[in-house]
């Protein structure tokens, strides 16, 4: 079975076409959000990343097909939502694998505490995944309006 080398989330990952080095630019390590009403829990915020995920095959595992998923884990309700899965063959010549996965939106964020970017391989039809996971801390951000309201109970 493949090992996982590492996974990250960040603003930008550009490889080097000469020498097929990464450059990682911007990990991400917290989301603030703003939510559109205080009684209402769809965040508002633009949001863009890159999910990198690097796997180490083993000799047995040249021209044998996988499954290869991303998906997040929400931090409040643990609901987990895929967001791109496909068949996958190792190559030959290539000891380490790179997928990459750019994110553009906003995650389905259901309340503060650690949103779980994952990515997982199997080989094809089997039960159980393997994972690597990048844990991301969110909170909202309160309002002007919010901070005078708990102001004035006070």
């Known amino acids: 079975m493949p090992k996982p080398i590492f996974i990250v989330c960040a603003q930008s ?6 020498t097929n080095n990464v450059s990682i630019l911007n990990v991400l390590e917290k989301i603030s959000y703003i939510k559109r009403k205080p009684s209402d829990d769809q965040p508002v915020t633009q949001f863009n990343c890159n999910v990198l995920a690097v796997w180490r095959r083993e000799t ?22 895929s967001l791109a899965s496909s068949p996958f063959t190792f190559p030959e ?46 909170e909202a951000l309160k309002t002007e309006n919010e901070s005078a309201q708990k102001a004035t109970r006070k």
């Open 60 to 81: 047995s595992d040249i021209n044998v097909e996988f499954e290869t998923e991303f998906s997040l884990i929400l931090p409040s309700s643990g609901d987990i939502h």
């Open 13 to 18: 990952v550009i490889e080097d076409k000469t």
């Open 93 to 138: 010549d290539k000891e380490l694998w790179r997928f990459n996965l750019m994110f553009s939106g906003m995650p389905p964020i259901d309340g503060d505490g650690t949103l779980i970017f994952r990515h997982g391989l199997r080989k094809k039809a089997a039960s159980e995944w393997l994972y690597q996971s990048y844990p991301v801390s969110v």
